[in-house]
């Protein structure tokens, strides 16, 4: 886990000047800091440091992340709406409209403070869910809004330790389940490890103890065969004519103890401790390299892995194998430097500031992002924070299975999910129009539960009835539970409203007869 580092002014600067030339961008980017200090003047943290310490660090952060200058005056001045007499209209006039933006979006993602007492547990749920909801939709309005809020985070984990035991482990517990995964999903390792590995520490604090000691114990064996494996590996890489860069891996604490929680497994058996990166100037060197390292160590059965034809969600792409060597297993990964760069900043590599360059991230990432523009239509469209919250945990965070459109478009669906679900994922009409499946060229039931590589097609009909009740048995994303939902409520309150316009003209009609009747 990194501890945390003492930033200056002359540091970050020094740092802002490696990728920004501009002398103009420059001064604007010191001018923010400077507002941001005089703004905060006399504020402390609890730790006891000047409050300026904090913004300092997170556009620190995003600067190691080459974000782009608008972003980076965002994270000096993200606080200043919030805890100075600073308006929107003073950012306006100050830094630009598109600063002064991303800063209400960071500013709007909430500050709730539960102070309730246990009865309130459901009203605290609520207002948990509603307030996730509000950072979803200012992300769905510039994604780099979330980007300046996990800096936030990551500094706010990092300086955990002055605050009390009771809001460490629900900052921790907050950061694992919303801030961690939304980082894995934006590509981000390097932040994902850190704020897992810091909240693991505050919620599991033996367990993150004992785990970080065996791999403390036995980093000099693994770091000699790494050794020896990276000479063979060269030696092999050279003999081939390859141009290369070797280098090993880290496994982060919390994925140590994930992967021995998930799979059952003890600690010597989890495999890519020992691993291996290669990088290498092209694609075709990547698939050329694999099959060397094939031909010369025997690799083990299904641990192949191709994600750089079929890239993750969130962008990654890599060959992975693993291999028997020296009676050890090891898992290699081979990958160009652009692809390293993405496994490492994820979308963030993307938005590398280039001089007089236009950035629409929010764009870029839509386009590249299947999933982000999948919750950005669902959080727009929904009314319910829970219903926004549940697809962002449920759907989102634990897509793990990755199926094709005919078109050999990738559609990432959790574990256990069925056709509908993928129906719905495609278009609310072709789920509600659906009427049967085929995955593989075979018809299959609605039931099937979908694997990784099958291609699906859905059958639809205009003539379709559309869902009924046991559907919401057929599904196991809540993206599709809350279509099927919407549709059943809205066709019992038209069916409602049509009994009751009968009943009031069946009942004016006899009102009418009555007093003809009595005329």
Not at 438 to 450: A, D, F, H, S, W
Request: proline share 3%.
């Amino acid at each position: 886990m990194t501890s945390e580092p003492v930033y200056s002014i002359d540091a970050f600067m020094d740092q802002i000047h490696g990728y920004i030339k501009d002398t103009h961008t420059i001064e604007h980017i010191r001018h923010a800091y400077q507002y941001a200090k005089t703004h905060h003047e006399g504020q402390k943290r609890q730790s006891g440091e000047p409050y300026i310490t904090h913004p300092l660090a997170v556009a620190f952060t995003l600067s190691e992340y080459k974000t782009d200058p608008t972003t980076i005056i965002a994270g000096l001045l993200h606080d200043v709406l919030e805890d100075t007499p600073a308006t929107y209209e003073d950012i306006k006039e100050a830094f630009g409209e598109p600063v002064a933006l991303l800063i209400e979006g960071v500013t709007k993602l909430g500050q709730y403070q539960y102070k309730g007492t246990l009865e309130d547990e459901e009203e605290k749920l609520a207002a948990q869910a509603k307030n996730y909801q509000k950072m979803l939709l200012a992300m769905a309005k510039d994604i780099r809004v979330i980007v300046v809020k996990l800096a936030d985070r990551l500094h706010n984990m990092r300086t955990l330790d002055f605050m009390d035991e009771a809001k460490q482990k629900r900052i921790a517990k907050e950061t694992l389940d919303i801030y961690a995964p939304l980082a894995h999903r934006l590509g981000m390792y390097v932040m994902k490890a850190e704020l897992e590995d810091t909240s693991f520490k505050y919620l599991e604090p033996n367990q993150y103890r004992q785990i970080a000691q065996m791999i403390s114990d036995t980093k000099n064996e693994r770091e000699n065969d790494l050794t020896m494996m990276q000479t063979n590996l060269e030696y092999l890489l050279r003999e081939n004519k390859f141009e290369y860069d070797v280098k090993g891996r880290v496994k982060n604490i919390y994925s140590v103890y994930k992967k021995m929680q998930s799979r059952d497994k003890e600690f010597e058996e989890i495999f890519d401790l020992l691993a291996l990166r290669v990088i290498l100037p092209s694609i075709e060197n990547c698939y050329s390299a694999i099959g060397v390292v094939h031909s010369k160590w025997t690799p083990i059965p299904n641990r192949f892995k191709d994600y750089i034809a079929m890239p993750k969600p969130n962008l990654y792409q890599s060959l992975h194998t693993s291999i028997i060597a020296n009676g050890k297993i090891y898992e290699i990964q081979i990958r160009t430097q652009e692809m390293d760069d993405i496994a490492e900043y994820g979308i963030a590599a993307h938005w590398a500031y280039k001089e007089n360059a236009t950035l629409a991230m929010t764009e870029t990432t839509t386009q590249k992002l299947k999933w982000y523009s999948d919750l950005v239509e669902f959080t727009e469209e929904s009314k319910s924070g829970e219903e926004v919250l549940d697809l962002l945990k449920e759907d989102i965070f634990n897509s793990n299975v990755y199926v094709f459109t005919p078109d050999g478009d990738i559609i990432d669906l959790p574990k256990g999910a069925m056709p509908l679900d993928f129906a719905f994922r495609i278009h609310t009409e072709v789920g509600l129009k659906s009427v049967g499946a085929i995955v593989n060229q075979k018809i299959v039931p609605l039931e099937y539960k979908l694997q990784t590589g099958d291609i699906v097609k859905m059958k639809t009909s205009k003539q379709s009835f559309g869902p009924n009740d046991n559907w919401l048995k057929l599904v196991k994303t809540s993206n599709a539970r809350s279509k099927i939902k919407n549709y059943l409520n809205k066709k019992r309150r038209d069916e409602l409203i049509a009994i009751g316009k009968e009943d009031f003209t069946a009942r004016t009609h006899q009102a009418s007869l009555h007093r003809d009747f009595h005329r």
